[in-house]
């Protein structure tokens, strides 16, 4: 079987290069040839020897994600894409300020989040780091759009595959390659300590969110596996180490779950847990599904801990509702389209 291309950052491809008699900067001109131009095919781009075009199509294929499902609301279209083994789901979203994508970066997660779709369907396979930007090619290609916004928040959990995700950042990032500013991406995580410490030493430039949702470790180890494993305070701690060797602002993702952590009280432990941190909460009403045990917070309910915040001075916002129309939680189109299988 031929390795995929998209597999590959420019440094790696590179190395392949010159290990097999190539030059340094013919990688250069595959990246540019696949990324910029978007070939098909490596006989197509012109300014490499014939001797790399057959040492290229030996080894190595360009083979975009096919579209086996589109579901299409107003401004959220719900993508269901094949893989080599399995499929994967990702999410555009029309936002006033562009195209944004979310995407996978594993088949299943095994974080077990209790009201997550995503979290029943046990991760069989992490993507590699050219199926996580092909997540983002296959869109752009296919709707004829360019993505302007990726956020790394869909089946999966990022830095449960940390060094292919690392890698599809790069390729991501690359002025030869995707060319996305990296302060365009955002990673999200279910709060795993030691990653976010490494992550904060790659001094790169992408946006981190943490999937918090709870105020105290009684509350999230309800909802959150990964919370007996890492406590609030450890988590808090490796925020505070992120901020300090970023100095970028952190994103705080909290789902509203009906009577579970939409209270006053809720709100006001929350205020005083981010008391003082360069941080902003994302509050997201919850897209209930048939199997959930979960109900999502009431509007009220949610513009009451909105204000506690505010008052609190705590940057808050509530995330615009999309895609709920569509099966719009991570894990829901494919759950659905394996049944029907
Ligand atoms: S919320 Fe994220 S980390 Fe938790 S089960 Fe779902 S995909 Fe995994």
Avoid: W
């Amino acid at each position: 079987m031929k390795n995929n291309i998209f597999d590959l950052t420019l440094e790696k491809l590179e190395e392949v290069l010159v290990s097999n008699g190539f030059k340094k900067f013919n990688a250069t001109q595959v990246f540019e040839g696949i990324y910029k131009r978007k070939v098909d095919n490596f006989d197509d781009i012109n300014n490499i020897s014939k001797n790399l075009k057959s040492f290229l199509n030996e080894n190595y294929e360009i083979k975009y994600l096919s579209v086996l499902e589109c579901l299409k609301s107003k401004d959220t279209n719900k993508y269901l894409l094949e893989t080599n083994e399995s499929s994967i789901e990702c999410v555009l979203m029309k936002q006033y300020y562009g195209n944004s994508l979310c995407i996978s970066t594993q088949v299943g997660c095994n974080m077990g989040c209790a009201f997550c779709e995503s979290g029943k369907l046990k991760c069989v396979k992490n993507l590699t780091p050219g199926e996580i930007v092909l997540q983002v090619l296959t869109i752009e290609k296919y709707g004829n759009i360019r993505i302007d916004n990726v956020v790394i928040m869909g089946i999966g959990e990022p830095f449960d595959n940390y060094d292919n995700l690392i890698d599809a950042l790069n390729i991501l990032v690359c002025p030869k390659g995707i060319d996305l500013g990296s302060r365009k991406i955002t990673v999200s995580t279910c709060g795993i300590i030691p990653k976010i410490h490494a992550f904060a030493d790659l001094h790169i430039q992408v946006n981190l969110a943490i999937s918090l949702h709870a105020p105290t470790d009684k509350i999230r180890n309800k909802l959150m596996p990964i919370s007996k494993v890492y406590n609030m305070n450890d988590l808090m701690k490796a925020v505070d180490y992120y901020i300090s060797k970023t100095n970028r602002r952190v994103t705080m993702e909290y789902i509203m779950l009906d009577g579970i952590n939409d209270s006053e009280e809720c709100a006001q432990l929350l205020s005083k847990l981010l008391k003082g941190k360069l941080v902003y909460v994302n509050l997201i009403p919850y897209n209930s599904t048939s199997s959930s045990e979960f109900k999502r917070a009431s509007k009220n309910k949610i513009e009451k801990f909105y204000d506690i915040l505010k008052k609190n001075g705590i940057n808050v916002v509530t995330r615009k509702e999309m895609g709920k129309d569509i099966k719009g939680a991570c894990g829901q189109l494919k759950a659905s389209y394996d049944n029907k299988q």
